[in-house]
């Protein structure tokens, strides 16, 4: 007979496996508002603008005591006052300055169908919208490789703070990569997984690993817009996923622009849920564990 898995790291694994690694994590957060970047991932979180990294309310300000001495009053001299006449000009106005011209997207090269080959500090960031109107940030770093595998760190964050998962995986061909070790960090805890237990989370993770380090680039051609800029020729399929206990169809558009996934927005059907690419990067990731 098998061992028993207990019932807390069944439940836990799960929910994560299920959720967090494309950012569709059950308890949806509130609304966050996430600019674009495709520079250096640093520079892009400090733009986050969440709670955690860029405060929206102003700092508070200690008031500090008046101390009142006595006061010297003097006699006061007061001069006769002329009054002329008073010309009235026409009022004029201050010229308005010239709108200033929003910057035009970016737009990257037409789509080669081939994906960018993994590698140490490529990163990835997405922003998700809930269906019931609540938002999120997911960022997908690679930082390191080991025995023929990679490193990936999923950081979701919201405004109750962060939720981080790394994961060793390994890439194999013609089916979702292979999972070798996986963790999860929330509030400074670091929970690892008991390597007997990863083989009964492998159905649930099954579904979110075959989006990483795809081997083509097939589909539809569309141009995409989103956050990050302009994605021409990026090309549409279609896949079935399960959000808990929900069945959603989904299209997928990819570029060969973007590491990592080469996704450049996820949507249902429904227009429920979404995922779009708000920067992403060739370099840079540095692990946050």
Known sequence: MGEEKPQSVRRAGSRYAAFALCGFIAACGAEETTP???????????????????STMAPERTAVPTQAGPTQAGPTQAGPTQAGPTQAGPTRAEPEAPPTPSEPAQRFAANSGHPIEPAIGQWVRYGIRW???????????????????FWVEVEDRRRTGAR???????????????LLALSFKQDGQVQEIPPRI?????????????????????????????????????????ADLSLGPQAVSVVVARHSAVPLTGIVRLEDRAGEHRMELLGFGLEGARSTF
Do not use: K
Not at 38 to 45: F, H, K, N, R, V
Not at 170 to 178: F, I, L
Not at 199 to 224: C, K, R, T, Y
């Open 36 to 54: 674009t970047s495709t520079g250096d991932p640093e520079s892009a979180e400090s733009a986050e603008g969440t709670e955690s990294e860029t």
């Open 131 to 149: 269906r019931n109107g609540g938002r999120s940030t997911v960022r997908y770093a690679l930082v390191d490789r080991e025995a023929g595998g």
């Open 164 to 178: 981080l998962i790394r994961m060793h995986v390994r890439p194999r061909s013609g089916q979702e990569p292979e």
């Open 198 to 238: 990863l083989p009964s989370m492998a159905p649930a993770m099954a579904q979110w690993l075959g989006l990483l380090f795809p081997e083509e680039l097939a589909g539809v051609p569309n141009d995409i817009e989103v956050t990050a800029g302009v994605f021409p020729e990026s090309v549409e399929s279609e």
